[in-house]
């Protein structure tokens, strides 16, 4: 494949021949090789040490030796409880691939709880518990949408899991959600209010991370892109939320 290649190849034998400078580049394969990387992938790596590209392709490999690891610490797990001579349907129960809901039923669950977030989102003096159940439900709605709803109720989620988390004061997770919102919305084409709303979005979780000149910035393209929202009423409510975003201190 290319991954170390012959310095000289001898035509009688077909012996292939390496030179002493090699000798770190095959390490560095072994090395790869020990912890499982693909050989197409160490190609990458080694070919721009550092870049990108190579430190994507490592992360990549850690995900799924993550997967790996937790299916065998499941495995483990339940192995243990067959020597202790537990039924295998109680040892291991079945493992569904899919929530086995009505479509109607999963659609009506989304809106209710997409509408249950927002009264949780306007409670004032929320406890720490009724916190947690607001973002739970944003995770929920989300999820229900997933098979049932349009790209558009997709990003729509995502904005509201970030409003829940940025309203949290978690800067984290809700600048991860309110950038899937922008994604979803430039990968298919969603414009007018649903856009408009993923740079506020972005806007509000920079300001609860404390990144001032980012948030500004997003800030802005809200600003812009509420030029083109075309009902007015859509356009008086971005401009009010705009108007609540966080003032970032800078860290």
Known sequence: MGVLRPAKIDDQTGHRCYDLSQIQRARQIRVLRKLKVPLREISTILEAPGSEAALLSLAEHRRRVG???TELQTAFYFLGELIEGKDTEIAMPRRPTSVAIEPEQQRKLGVELFNYTWTLLEQENRTERETDRMIDAAHASRFFWEEVGEPVHHARGEW????????????????????RCLDLCQAHGIGDFDLAYAYEALARAHGVAGDADAAAGYTGQASQAAEHVAREADRGLLLSDLATLPQATPC
């Open 67 to 69: 997967a790996r690891l």
């Open 160 to 179: 509201q899991i970030s409003r829940a988390y940025a309203t949290a004061g978690r800067a984290e997770p809700a600048l991860y959600h309110a950038q």
